[in-house]
């Protein structure tokens, strides 16, 4: 029967492999499902946190009338907004020196110091702080935020390097050569060639580094001192004693700020191609 | 041609790479380009004509040698401190600034007063014919709209020298030609040396006042465009630029004013004085419209069989084989009263036009 | 470097020089922060491993091996002969199980999710990409977090299971190496994916053309053309699964509770109620150790050439 019609489904495709899309339907499932099933419960009325009883925002209230909550978001915010400024600035910086120029001695260490971070186990890192800097404690007495804040700067560093780098590095060079031929100076062509070119860059590498300095455990958990629970920090210390449904509330409100961030920089760095 | 000198370029060598890698980009090259003149760098793509662009512009430092401009040392001076401008290959036209503001660059950067920028942004808006695109973005206009902002960004400051690197190689052909007569007419407007670099050397031979012909970063033969495509120097200059044809032949008399070369066939012709040595065997370069068919083959300067024959439209090419067993060809035009219906296998008789044949250096 | 060769004018020599002093220039704030909250600090708990350990943490400052020797051995309380650290070894070998497992687990879920969103159409594909990295950049103490609320005793899994009586007491998931597995499979899933679609999105599918007109079967044109054509991304997507893994501190605390240890709770116990600081710092470099060993293998892999097909 010639004039037969196969089922679409029936017909060869050279893409198709048995079972593969049920198992990548069933991972996306998987990726997105806790993180859903915990923000729906999040909304719950009451105060089980596997029967639902209704929409509500009571958590979200009681988490925002909870002081240990404020302060620990206030912290987070504060070391994050910090370290996200000076590890952008630094990273900058940085890359301005590593990219587009002739290979230098001391080019490939300055790369595996820059991206050590990402390579070194974090609990390795946070191991490391904690014995120099409680020994600076002991020594100095002092206690205060800028141990959080140097540490979470330093790991912030490679975050936001990587995407200024990539920026720089595929930022037509003979823009700037043009501008120099139009009798900018070296720094009035880095103000305005440069610069504004690299601003996207910047902005992705700022944000990358603020949501994971927002978001670090280990390394706060190792550095910081009495009193001083950032809003992750925090989360861990009360899962080890009794889950409220508190718990998420804060989870979801610090998932909804990743989301929204990461989304952004996925926005930019659209926009740019 | 009595303008004075507006850029020398004196024994410049640029060497890229070290050691076993270095290689010379421009080997001891030295030309003078007058004012007011559109001045072309012509030749195949690594000949180092970009290299000496970039020199004069100020992106790249010679290795040796000096470029001066009316007579002033530039060499070391960077970009920002020549008053020499470019257009680029792929225009490098800033993408977050306007049109406008694109134009407006150069005089910004030299602290122009706002009024003048803004009149001398206008000015050259109508002289590239962009008014109505002033305030578009520079992503949002045709890549022939985009050539033009590049020109005018380029010629705002009112550069001494005007440098183009093969700003028309972006170009469909039909834009292509719109801006080459656009381009002369800017020359001529403006008053400005134009320096431009190409390796088309029809673009060439059409736009220059005069051409410099470069290979392996050195300059062959400089001169007017009838001169280079007439009298070329080098075998490689007449090979470059358009088809020719090439012979042996012996020297056999050598004056300043003439020579005489003898074919293979035995008959001696006249042309113009040469360096060669006397009793030598030299090259001679013969353009295929050079020559005509002729049935008299004791008239002829060669005979030869004809082996193929290729039908292009306007004109017929006849290869011919010699008895030297060089191969010559002749262009004959199909619209012409010359005779030609030979067919392969024939011998045939080839004489040359006056002044046709033309020694050239190996 | 050749840079000082005589052919060069002064002023490029001059120019060269100074460029590279204006790169230092910019690197180094980067370069003294990261020294003084990243490599600097490895180096002092380097010192740290030879010392003697103190009576209420912290340490003496006397040469020391005891820390190193811990690290796989104890000295008996009583007649004070050395016997292999039975628990030591335990965590050592639970790390790597369950980060094998792990990166295997993520290997058999990744390979067709990445397949499945290399295939789609061009425009879809930021999007299927976009919903992997989304967890990716967002907290893993919160993902790890979700999967505690879904395995807990009363938890969403046990609940359902015994709402729909298919099980009557609920099923102890938690605490064990099991949950630990899962959880890190789910928060390093996405380090799975990413590095594979890199690979298979490079895939030229003409080959696999090639291999159907030759007869080849589904299953052997993925076991003759596909594997081994993105064997560089499988390679690379294990890698960066294994090393977070071995290393993993958050996930196997939470989900693990006090008596699943791995490698990163261990080290963490030194500095906590065990207070033996050398030792921690020893068990530390022996992780990080570990985990450079393994980059420099994977680097070597790639440098003899296991990425050549990524043209």
């Known amino acids: 029967m010639s004039s037969s019609i196969v089922s679409p489904k029936k017909l060869f495709s050279i893409y198709k492999l048995p079972g593969f899309t049920f198992i990548a339907i069933t991972c996306f499932v998987m990726l997105y499902a806790p993180i859903m099933i915990l923000v729906g419960y999040s909304f719950n009325e009451g105060s089980s946190l596997a029967l639902w009883e209704g929409l509500s925002l009571r958590w979200y209230y009681s988490a925002w009338q909870n002081e240990a909550v404020k302060d620990a978001t206030l912290l987070s915010l504060i070391i994050a907004l910090q370290a996200s400024l000076y590890s952008t600035v630094l990273a900058t910086m940085a890359a301005l020196g590593t990219t587009r120029t002739r290979a230098y001695r001391g080019q490939t260490a300055i790369y595996a110091m820059i991206n050590q971070p990402l390579m070194v186990p974090e609990i390795v890192t946070a191991v490391a702080l904690l014995i120099v800097f409680a020994t600076i404690k002991q020594a100095t007495g002092y206690q205060g935020l800028s141990f959080l804040v140097i540490a979470h700067t330093a790991f912030c560093v490679p975050f936001a390097y990587l995407p200024i780098r990539a920026r720089l590095e595929d930022m037509d060079r003979s823009l700037e050569i043009a501008a120099a031929d139009l009798y900018a100076t070296p720094w009035r062509c880095f103000r305005r060639v440069t610069l504004p070119l690299l601003l996207p860059g910047i902005l992705a590498g700022a944000m990358l580094a603020f949501v994971i300095s927002l978001d670090d455990v280990v390394i706060t958990e190792f550095v910081k001192s009495a009193g001083q629970d950032t809003l992750p920090t925090f989360m861990l210390g009360q899962i080890r004693r009794v889950i409220t449904p508190e718990m998420n509330a804060i989870a979801s409100a610090l998932l909804a700020v990743s989301v929204l961030m990461v989304s952004l920089i996925f926005l930019i760095n659209r926009k740019k191609t | 041609m009595t303008d004075p000198v507006a850029i020398s370029v004196n024994q410049v060598s640029k060497q890229f790479g070290q050691g076993a890698d270095a290689f010379f980009a421009l080997d001891q090259v030295s030309v003078d380009i007058r004012e007011n003149e559109f001045f072309t760098l012509l030749g195949p793509s690594g000949c180092g004509k970009t290299t000496l662009l970039r020199l004069i512009a100020g992106f790249e430092h010679p290795t040796a040698g000096h470029i001066q401009l009316h007579g002033e040392e530039i060499s070391h001076l960077p970009p920002f401190k020549r008053p020499v401008n470019t257009v680029f290959q792929n225009y490098a036209l800033f993408p977050h600034l306007t049109v406008a503001e694109n134009i407006g660059f150069g005089l910004d950067m030299q602290d122009k007063p706002a009024a003048e920028i803004e009149s001398t942004v206008t000015e050259m808006l109508q002289l590239v014919q962009m008014e109505s695109m002033r305030d578009r973005r520079t992503d949002q206009i045709s890549g022939g709209q985009q050539q033009r902002v590049a020109l005018a960004r380029a010629l705002a400051p009112h550069p001494r020298v005007l440098l183009l690197d093969e700003p028309l190689s972006a170009l469909d052909y039909k834009l292509r030609k719109g801006m080459q007569i656009e381009l002369k007419r800017l020359q001529l407007e403006t008053g400005i040396t134009f320096i431009f670099v190409t390796h088309d050397q029809e673009e060439a031979l059409t736009m220059s006042d005069r051409i410099a012909v470069m290979n392996n970063g050195q300059i062959l033969q400089v001169g007017s465009p009838n001169d280079i495509y007439d009298r070329p120097s080098h075998r490689f200059v007449a090979d470059f630029i358009g088809d020719t044809n090439f012979l042996s032949a012996e020297l056999v008399e050598s004056s300043s004013e003439h020579a005489v070369v003898k074919l293979s066939s035995g008959k001696n012709l006249v042309t113009g004085p040469t360096e060669a040595t006397l009793n030598n065997v030299v090259s001679i370069t013969v353009r295929p419209e050079q020559a005509v068919l002729i049935d008299d083959l004791a008239n002829a300067d060669l005979q030869g069989t004809v082996t193929n024959i290729m039908y292009s439209g306007t004109d017929s090419h006849f290869h011919i084989e010699l008895p030297s067993q060089e191969e010559f060809v002749a262009k004959v035009q199909n619209a012409g009263p010359a005779r030609r219906d030979w067919e392969t296998g024939q011998t045939v008789g080839i004489k040359f036009h006056d002044n046709a044949v033309q020694i050239v250096e190996d | 470097m050749p840079d000082d060769s005589p052919s060069l ?171 630990i597995m899962i959880g890190m499979t789910y928060v390093y899933l996405p380090l799975m994916i990413l590095p594979l679609y890199a690979s298979m999105e490079k895939l030229d599918f003409r080959l696999v053309e090639a291999a159907y007109d030759l007869y080849a079967t589904r299953i052997r044109v993925l076991r003759k053309v596909i594997i081994p054509l993105i064997k560089p991304g499988i390679v690379a997507g294990s890698i960066l699964v294994f090393i977070p893994s071995l290393g993993a501190f958050v996930t196997p605390r939470v989900l693990g509770g006090g008596k699943n240890l791995m490698l990163g709770n261990l080290i963490e116990l030194q500095f906590g109620q065990g207070r033996n600081w050398p030792l921690g710092a020893a068990l530390s470099i022996t992780l990080l150790f570990i985990v450079m060993a393994t980059l420099l293998l994977y680097v070597r892999y790639s440098q003899k050439g296991g990425v050549q097909h990524e043209q």
């Open chain 3, 9 to 179: 004018s002064k002023y490029e020599l001059a120019a060269r020089k100074q460029q590279t002093r204006r790169n230092l220039l910019l690197c180094s704030p980067a370069l003294i922060v990261l020294l003084l909250a990243a490599s600097g600090p490895l180096l002092v708990m380097l010192f740290y491993s030879f010392l003697k350990s103190g009576n209420y943490g912290g340490v003496i400052y006397e040469f020391s091996l005891d820390g190193w020797l811990n690290v796989f051995l104890v000295r008996d309380i009583f007649d004070d002969v050395l016997k292999v650290a039975d628990a030591h070894l335990s965590v050592f070998w639970r790390s790597i199980k369950l980060s094998a497992m792990t990166t295997f687990t993520c290997l058999v879920i990744g390979f067709p999710t990445a397949y499945f969103i290399a295939t789609r159409p061009r425009e879809s594909r930021n999007f299927w990409l976009f919903l992997i990295t989304i967890p990716f950049w967002t907290n893993l103490l919160i993902r790890t977090f979700a999967i505690l609320e879904l395995i807990r005793n009363n938890g969403i899994v046990n609940n359902l299971l015994t709402d729909l009586h298919i099980i009557e007491q609920p099923i102890q998931m938690m605490y064990t190496d099991f949950a």
